[in-house]
């Protein structure tokens, strides 16, 4: 990236310049060859006139005070130079989340570039991805209207976890955050895979007639909790034959019709012998 918004700056300080040139000059007469490079600024040059810099940098500035120093950051100086700044990317390359922009947007200071993060105060996506790979791949799987908010509409901050109850009331009042999460996950909440034996009450919300039925069957089939029988995905339907295998033996097996035909219904099972 560039820094597009930086411009240089017009400097009025002549005083401060007829310094730098005193500086760049004090190294005096020398070989030709050396002079070019005398006649730099050196690294402890920049104290004299930036001592709040060097301060900040050498209190917090992390591996940029260890690993590098003000000149690989600023080769060039004003008035001439014009290489003042380098970009974040002359050393920050090869992972995602050096391609997206505005890096000075939450390392507020460059001098002390974690010290100064900040969570970011304009709605964040394509930043967050850079990191956080998976909540995109399980937003693109399952499309939902969760898909089209930014990351930062619910995590106010960096780390912040917020609740479902926070934006949303329950199915049944008494669920708890924790039950919403047996069914949903947060960044695809239409795709739902209900884990372990719910409550009953959990899936009667919304299916009231096949609960009701369950409930009042004398058959086997009341006993058993709904998640034994609808597994995995939601909404998913198992077939008769993956609980009864062959419950009709031989010749008679092959020439029955659908089992409902004669059980009537899986929640209110009609067992013939019962009649
Ligand atoms: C003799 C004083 C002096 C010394 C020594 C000095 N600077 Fe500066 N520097 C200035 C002045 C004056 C400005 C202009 C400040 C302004 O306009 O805000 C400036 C501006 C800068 C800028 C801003 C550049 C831009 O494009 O706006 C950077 C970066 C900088 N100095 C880095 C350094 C570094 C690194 C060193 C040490 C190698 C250093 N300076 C040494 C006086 C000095
Ligand atoms: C990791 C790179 C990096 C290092 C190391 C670094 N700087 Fe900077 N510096 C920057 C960037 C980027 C900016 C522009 C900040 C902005 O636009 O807000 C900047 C801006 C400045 C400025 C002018 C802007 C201002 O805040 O007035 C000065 C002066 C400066 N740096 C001095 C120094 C000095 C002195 C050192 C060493 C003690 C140093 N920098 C080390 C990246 C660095
Ligand atoms: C001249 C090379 C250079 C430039 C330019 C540079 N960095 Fe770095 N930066 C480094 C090195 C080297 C490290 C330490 C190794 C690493 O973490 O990659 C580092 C580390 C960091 C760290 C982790 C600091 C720590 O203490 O662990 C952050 C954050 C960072 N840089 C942000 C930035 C940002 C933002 C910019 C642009 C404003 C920038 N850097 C520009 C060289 C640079
Ligand atoms: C939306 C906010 C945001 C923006 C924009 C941003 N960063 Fe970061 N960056 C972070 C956060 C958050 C961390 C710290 C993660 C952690 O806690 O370890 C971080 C950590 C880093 C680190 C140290 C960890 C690592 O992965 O090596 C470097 C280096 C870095 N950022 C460089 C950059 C550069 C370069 C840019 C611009 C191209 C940039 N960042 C833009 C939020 C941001
Ligand atoms: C530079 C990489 C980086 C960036 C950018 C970044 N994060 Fe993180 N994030 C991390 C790291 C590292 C952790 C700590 C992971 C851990 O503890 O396992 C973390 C932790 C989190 C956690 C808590 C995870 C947990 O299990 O408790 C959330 C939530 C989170 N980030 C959301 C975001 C959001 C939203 C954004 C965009 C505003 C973002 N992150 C930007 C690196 C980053
Ligand atoms: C609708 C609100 C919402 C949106 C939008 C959202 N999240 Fe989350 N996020 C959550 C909730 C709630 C949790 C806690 C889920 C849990 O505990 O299982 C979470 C957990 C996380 C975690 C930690 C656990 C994990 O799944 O890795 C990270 C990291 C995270 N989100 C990153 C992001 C990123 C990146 C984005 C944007 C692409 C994003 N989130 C968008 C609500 C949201
Ligand atoms: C910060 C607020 C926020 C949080 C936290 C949040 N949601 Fe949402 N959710 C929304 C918004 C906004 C929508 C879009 C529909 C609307 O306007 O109600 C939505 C939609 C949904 C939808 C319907 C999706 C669709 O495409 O039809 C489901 C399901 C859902 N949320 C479940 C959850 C679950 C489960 C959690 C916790 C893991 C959660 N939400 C956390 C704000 C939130
Ligand atoms: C037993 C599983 C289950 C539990 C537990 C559950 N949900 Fe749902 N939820 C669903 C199903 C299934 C749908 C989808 C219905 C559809 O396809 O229309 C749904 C839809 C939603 C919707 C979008 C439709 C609407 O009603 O607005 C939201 C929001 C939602 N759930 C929030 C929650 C919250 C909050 C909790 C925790 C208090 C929760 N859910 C607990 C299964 C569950
Ligand atoms: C928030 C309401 C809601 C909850 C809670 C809910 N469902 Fe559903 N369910 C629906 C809706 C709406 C449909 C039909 C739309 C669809 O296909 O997604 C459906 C469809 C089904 C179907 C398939 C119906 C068909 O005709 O193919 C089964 C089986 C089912 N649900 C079982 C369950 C079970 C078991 C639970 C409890 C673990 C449960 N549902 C919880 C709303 C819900
Ligand atoms: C003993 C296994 C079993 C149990 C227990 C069970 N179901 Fe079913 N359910 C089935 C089968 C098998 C079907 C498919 C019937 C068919 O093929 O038409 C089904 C179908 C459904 C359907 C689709 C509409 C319909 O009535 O055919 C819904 C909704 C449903 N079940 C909800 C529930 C709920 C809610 C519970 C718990 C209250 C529950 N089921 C308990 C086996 C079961
Ligand atoms: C998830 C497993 C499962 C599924 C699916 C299932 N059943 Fe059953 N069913 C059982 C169990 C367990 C029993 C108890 C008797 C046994 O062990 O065979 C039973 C018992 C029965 C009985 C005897 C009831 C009684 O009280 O004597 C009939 C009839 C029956 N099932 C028919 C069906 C039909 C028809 C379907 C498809 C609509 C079906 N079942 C789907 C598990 C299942
Ligand atoms: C033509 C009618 C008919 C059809 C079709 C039919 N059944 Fe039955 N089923 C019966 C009768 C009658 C009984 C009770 C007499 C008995 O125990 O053989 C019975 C009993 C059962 C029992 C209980 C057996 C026991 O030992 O308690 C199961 C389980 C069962 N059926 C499952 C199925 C399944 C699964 C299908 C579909 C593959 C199916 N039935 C199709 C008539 C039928």
Redesign the pocket.
């Known amino acids: 990236?560039v820094f597009s918004g930086y411009r240089q700056k017009e400097y009025s300080c002549l005083l401060v310049y007829c310094c730098l040139a005193v500086i760049l000059l004090a190294a005096g007469p020398g070989p030709p060859e050396a002079a070019a490079e005398q006649n730099v600024l050196q690294k402890n040059d920049c104290a004299k006139c930036h001592p709040y810099k060097v301060q900040i940098l050498t209190e917090a500035g992390g591996k940029h005070a260890t690993e590098i120093g003000c000149l690989d950051c600023h080769p060039q100086h004003p008035p001439k130079g014009e290489n003042t700044i380098s970009p974040?990317?002359l050393c920050?390359v090869g992972?995602p989340?050096?391609?997206?922009?505005?890096?000075l947007?939450?390392?507020v200071d460059p001098h002390r570039?974690?010290a100064s993060?900040r969570d970011?105060v304009k709605p964040?996506r394509d930043?967050?991805l850079s990191?956080h790979e998976e909540p995109g791949l399980q937003m693109s799987a399952s499309p939902s209207r969760h898909a089209d908010l930014f990351c930062t509409y619910c995590h106010e901050s960096?780390r912040m976890i917020p609740a479902c109850l926070d934006c949303h009331g329950p199915h049944l009042s008494g669920q708890s955050e924790a039950d919403c999460l047996r069914c949903h996950q947060a960044h695809q909440p239409l795709h739902i895979v209900p884990v372990g034996y719910l409550p009953e009450s959990f899936c009667r919300v919304c299916h009231k007639r096949q609960a009701q039925d369950l409930a009042e069957t004398r058959t086997y089939h009341g006993t058993v909790n709904c998640s034994y029988c609808h597994k995995g995905l939601h909404p998913s339907v198992p077939s008769c034959l993956d609980c009864h295998d062959r419950p009709h033996a031989g010749e008679a097996y092959r020439k029955y019709s659908p089992c409902l035909d004669c059980h009537g219904d899986a929640h209110r099972l009609v067992v013939p012998r019962e009649k």
Do not use: S
């Open positions: 990236m974040c990317t920050h992972q989340h050096f391609e997206i922009t505005d890096c947007h939450c390392h570039p974690l993060l970011p964040a930043e967050c990191c960096h």
